[in-house]
């Protein structure tokens, strides 16, 4: 994960680690991202993990099995392989308004500094910026426009 994020309008240091497919899960009770195939793989596992939980999602991953487990996650990041496609929007729309996700929802990946705007309309509160972006720059796009025209 990126050392430093935009949460809200500020930004902050990440305290979330990323645990690949095969790592051991810790000791410790550190706030601690999983892979989606682990989480539906080693489901009872992870949901007992002491610790803060979140889920790395790819813009393809179904969202029907993990709705039972939303209330347990902490964190959902969401990725964008590419600038130009448009399927997190969807699952973030998603999570929020039909499945009233209310944890973080953070856009990971090619996440782009003008997208930052219309991202937050569907419901993500934290970005993590690819190491081209500056993240100290990021909060001015998230207000571009002073009044929005859609809902």
Known sequence: MADQILKGEQVVADDWSFLGSEEPLPNTAQPLVFEYGRWLEQHDQCIDYPGPKGLALANTDSLSQLVPDLDLLQLICIDFPAPGDGRGYSLARI???????????RAVGEVQ???????????????????NQQVSDAAK????????YQK
């Open 113 to 131: 500094l003008d997208q930052l705007y219309l991202l937050r309309r569907v419901g993500f509160n934290a970005f993590a910026l690819p190491a």
């Open 95 to 105: 999570l929020r308004e039909r499945y009233d996700y209310r944890g973080e929802l």
């Open 141 to 148: 796009y998230l207000k571009p426009f002073s009044a929005s």
